[in-house]
């Protein structure tokens, strides 16, 4: 681990994810017996900044949590995974992000949201961050939060030279404006994802990497596709890679995006090739997919290295396609 640990801001979602487990998921007017309420830290951006510390980055975690039970419980687990939280703002007038989950037992999920706070992270609270964005070696960025304030901070990270790496999900219905794709260095897009962001439908890893140019061609000098359990694909000026999956025995691939993620924006802040850091990233993603839950399943640096030491190295190869 470098002696100097990169600082990685990230601006995003918190949520408390309510879990119950039933038999089946009951159709509207039914109710369903299942087992115990499970509560756990969730939500896109905490998942990040969850990771990347773990992963060994010093994290800022910009966010607005409720002024209830939620927000007091997230929040103190921020900190105990080291997070600065001095911009996490506690919201007087708006709920925690709530997601309400039911899985049953074939392993189908049904799932509201209630952003609450989330949906009032304003421009103005990435103003009172803005110090510790542009002091940053690189800005992490998901659109559960509203797309002004995304680009806001796009913007802010642009201008002092920090590089901004966007989680595009959950893409905007109309996909994303010129003027956000055009102040994103890297993007990383799951292959659905990629699709929707292309008007294409989701295929093998050729239409990953066709995807992958045409986002390219918006703004991004990187571009890195996800592909679940079939790895990940590499998109520079320079052509594309593909970077094999590390198989593993998934038990829940909830936060495995997160995880990758996070691993890639550390790896890039280390100064790894984009390569290197999606290889090294896809170890972190399924690392998080042997496990259940979304912060629970997020490994440490010192399981992230013993993972990778252990694997047999399969190298990045030529993407299929032009
Ligand atoms: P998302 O959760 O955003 O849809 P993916 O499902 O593509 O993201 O997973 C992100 C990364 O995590 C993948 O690129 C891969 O490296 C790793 N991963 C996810 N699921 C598995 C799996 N079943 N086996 C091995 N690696 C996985």
Known sequence: ??????????????????????????????????????QAPGGKGANQAVAAARLGAA?????????????????????RDGIDTAHC???PAAPSGVALILVDDAGENAIAVAPGANARLSPADIDAAATAIRAADLLVLQLEVPLATVAHAARIARNAGVTVLLDPAPVPDGGLP????????????????AARLTGTAPGDEAVAAAAARALLARGPHLVVVTRGAAGALVADRD?????????VAAVDT???????????????????????AARRAAAAGALA??????????????EWEAFLAASAVSGLRPAAGR
């Open 1 to 38: 681990m470098p002696a100097k640990p990169p600082r990685i801001v990230v601006v995003g979602s918190a949520n408390t994810d309510l879990v119950v487990r039933c038999p089946r998921i009951p159709p509207p007017g039914e109710t369903v017996l299942g087992g115990d309420l499970l």
């Open 289 to 302: 997919a042997t496990r259940a839950g979304a912060q629970p399943s997020l490994p440490s640096r010192a």
């Open 59 to 79: 994290v800022t975690f910009v966010a607005r949590l409720g002024a209830d039970a939620f927000g007091a419980a997230a929040r103190a687990g921020y900190e």
């Open 254 to 276: 909830t936060a495995a995006g997160d995880a990758f993620t996070a691993a890639l924006a550390v790896g890039l802040a280390e100064r790894q090739t984009p390569g290197e």
């Open 239 to 247: 052509g594309a890679v593909a970077v094999p999956p590390f198989p």
């Open 89 to 91: 703002r506690t919201d």
């Open 178 to 193: 010129d003027e956000v794709m055009a102040v994103v260095d890297v993007l990383k897009p799951n292959e659905a994802e």
